[in-house]
């Protein structure tokens, strides 16, 4: 029965390919979108035993314009069939969510089913109006980015990327209201109001953005009430040499305690004999964090987790990301989380090739290190120690 499951998985994949090319073939201009299969196996940990899976994603948006008004609509679909009922313990997400106010997302397959889990999510839904090139209302749900560095981005207060899910290729939309005003070319004002609903009740975010170029450096700040507490960042990225230099910063304000979190980094890019390299390297230190493993739990049913605000989980973390293109069709690359804290370690070796202009593939292995000894008073005793080793097949197909 479980392994049939995960046959019927790679069945299911196969419908959705054959079903988008024909989809393809008398596609308009105003739709797009991407299929995503990816069987993978891992290892047993202390907690769970090995098992096979296979995970896919559906999308399909909708982009159109009429005049000065314009919509998008994306839906999208991750199915998952599992062996065990258990997922991957790096971070590999369904619908990622974070408390939107309108209930355009949930699970199609029933509550009580082991193997099949099947989530659909309208991951953009908004209507724009630019009435001057200046000028642009947005409302509904959207995807917005406030991050000046790559993979830690604790001052994006909209629910930014998993950096150890390998398989988000679009950030999650939120439900708001954006106004963009261009002063000029090189300069934009941002305001954006957003209304959340998670468990812990309803709150409201508003938030104003500034952005500017000066000299070789882009230099951005916002401030306001971040789901009721008073809150401001700061962002800048340049370059010295040949190198990037990034950072980012937000201070907070819980009660009459003020916390703090940022992030720093440096990334290059450079040809060695002919093959393009890429090496990124940044430090988080987190406030909002754990310092000890005994408060992950804390972490857990913090409100922050619930509204989708960490990324990682330690106090002080540092994601090292290096690429190397072997030919324009296969690239090697390999990233590490390091939690500083606890001493656990993620490292991820992966393998991709350019099939074409519409297909990618991938293959890869997480590796999980650090404190595995569950207890009672530590039921994570690390952030990375219990992720078994995982290994992957993803093939994404555009259309």
Known sequence: MSVRAVVVGLAFSCCCCAGSARLFAQQPSWLSGYVLSVPLFSGATPLTASSASNFNRFRVTIEESVGD????VAYENAVSFRQ?????????????SGGEWFNLQGTISPVTQEHTVWQH????????????DNIDLRVGRQAISWGTTLFLTPADPFIPFVPADPFRLFRAGVDAIRLRIYP?????????????????GEEVTALARGLTTWRNWELSAWGGSLYGDVSGA?????AIGSWALRGEAVIREYGETLVGRGTIGVDRFFVVDGHDVSIQWEYQ????GAAVSEDYLRLLYSRAFQRGEFQVFGRDETAVFGSFMINPLWTVAGLTLWNLNDGSMLVAPT????????TAISAGLYFGFGDDEVSSTRPLPSEYGLSGITG???VSWFF
């Open 69 to 72: 008004f314009s919509f998008e």
């Open 84 to 96: 065990h009922n258990t997922n991957p313990g790096f971070g590999l997400g369904g619908v990622q």
């Open 121 to 132: 999510r309208f991951d953009r839904m908004n209507v724009s109006w630019r009435p001057t």
């Open 184 to 200: 000029s070319a090189l300069s934009s004002l941002d305001f954006v109001v957003r209304p959340t609903d998670t468990e812990m």
């Open 234 to 238: 700061v962002g800048a990225v340049g």
């Open 285 to 288: 230190r987190d406030g909002l």
């Open 351 to 358: 393998v991709a090739y350019s099939a074409g202009d519409e």
């Open 392 to 394: 992957f097949l993803s």
